[in-house]
């Protein structure tokens, strides 16, 4: 039995499908502050905080879980700048608490959502797992917090686990079941489509004067299913003991595509539907490094991962249908 903390959100509600399909049995917990329990219909859902104590003890006693996997996380940069106490609070002390409790019950097999956060602003690119961790706001530095407890929980408690740094988390479940669903949406790809849907006037690409060929921003963009696909290896791993001690990788393509070319891309996917996308020109948003592209090579060496959905025409005909799924419900 896996437990997956914010299965109800947008990645840990493709993780607990895939988790379903490859045979586990799952429970969730999600206190649904971001979370839908619709995006939860795959799992069983407990509604409740990693904050309860006396919850996390009940769910440990009554289930032998083999593995947990976290994602649940307040995840907005911008907010963590203007409510710190929120995110260490959360994203750092909640986790301790989960950790301790998996502690107490012998639990020793933990997937962190980690993120590119972590890095800061980069002093090369590619990102290796070698580069080093200076992170530039509250939320990486909450993430990077956790990273490193779980190097001394492995030597001290034996807790092995697995931290997965993620690039652009994007894309939606093939089968058109799952997708992104925040509020308020920060992210570029949604906020594209919402634009072709309708359900917002224009997107705006803050800032045309980095130092790319462009001039816009550079990201590497993964699937979400690729990046389930990491997290499911990872499992696998910590269990035959193939890894041990905190791990940490880093999940992308390696391939980088800048805010116009996934508006370009967008747009021709669109204009076969006879839609457009209107676009505006803003400024730089505070705290965007130029360029985050991932190396991730230890992933696919150690863990054998290979994204399968690494082109981003797939990308955005999977987040599209989803978005004309919620266009459909609004
Ligand atoms: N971006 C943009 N307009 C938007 C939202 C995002 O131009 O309305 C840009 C943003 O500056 C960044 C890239 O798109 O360069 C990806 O941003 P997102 O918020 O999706 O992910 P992040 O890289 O911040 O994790």
Redesign the pocket.
């Known amino acids: 039995m896996i437990l997956v903390i914010g299965g109800a959100g947008y990645i840990g509600s493709h993780m607990v499908k895939q988790l379903i399909n490859a045979g586990h049995h799952v429970l969730v917990l999600d206190n649904l502050s971001t979370g839908f329990c619709e995006l939860a219909r795959h799992g069983h859902l407990v509604v409740g905080d990693l904050a309860d104590t006396a919850l996390l003890e009940r769910l440990f006693r009554e289930n032998a879980f083999d593995a947990v996997m976290h994602f649940a996380a307040c995840s907005l940069?911008g907010e963590s700048v203007a409510d710190p106490a929120k995110y260490y609070r959360n994203n750092v002390s909640n986790t301790l608490n989960l950790l301790d409790v998996m502690v107490r019950h012998d639990v020793h097999h933990f997937i962190f959502s980690s993120?590119?956060?972590t890095f800061g602003e980069p002093e090369y690119t590619p990102i290796d797992e070698s580069h080093p961790q200076k992170p530039i706001n509250p939320y990486g530095a909450s993430k990077l917090m956790v990273e490193r407890a779980l190097q001394d929980y492995a030597t001290a408690y034996g807790l092995n686990s697995v931290s997965l740094r993620y690039?652009?988390a994007?894309g939606a479940d093939p089968e058109g079941e799952l997708g992104e669903c925040h509020d308020p949406e920060?992210?570029?790809?949604?906020?594209?489509l919402q634009a072709a849907s309708g359900r917002r006037e224009s997107?705006?690409?803050?800032?045309r004067d980095?130092p790319t060929e462009d001039g816009?921003?550079?990201?590497d963009y993964i699937h979400i299913e690729d990046l389930c696909a990491a997290h499911a290896l990872a499992l696998e791993a910590l269990v035959s003991g193939k890894v041990s001690g905190a791990a940490a990788y880093n999940l992308g393509n390696g391939n980088g595509f800048s805010?116009q070319q996934?508006i370009d891309a967008a747009k021709s996917l669109v204009a076969e539907e006879g839609r457009g996308i209107h676009v505006e020109e803003?400024e730089?948003?505070a705290?965007?490094?130029a360029v985050?592209v991932a190396d991730a090579k230890r992933a696919k060496n150690e863990l054998g991962w290979t994204p399968q959905y690494a082109d981003l025409p797939t990308i955005l005909k999977h987040a599209w249908e989803w978005e004309k799924h919620l266009a459909k419900l609004s």
């Open positions: 940069v993120t590119a956060a690039f652009n994007c920060t992210h570029l790809i949604p906020l594209i997107i705006t690409v803050f800032g980095y816009t921003c550079i990201r805010v996934v803003g730089r948003r705290g965007d490094p985050l």
